[in-house]
């Protein structure tokens, strides 16, 4: 079970890969936890910490840079 669950993993990883360009796939996957804290509040209202605040904050901000720079 865990081995099929590696496998589809990795080939959801490399078809990510491949559809996305390298900085949206990128920009994409850093976004994730912030996302997730976010349908964590609405589906399961979580309450949201000054230290998830400030990091979401921080990956907000990077993404910002990112897009900004080109890089």
Known sequence: ???AAIRVAAGAAMLWALVL???VAGLAQVSVPVISVAAGMLLLHER??????IAGAFVLTGI??????GR
């Open 1 to 3: 079970m865990t081995f």
């Open 21 to 23: 360009p390298g900085t």
């Open 48 to 53: 949201l910490t000054l230290r998830l605040l």
């Open 64 to 69: 910002g840079v990112s897009l900004l720079t």
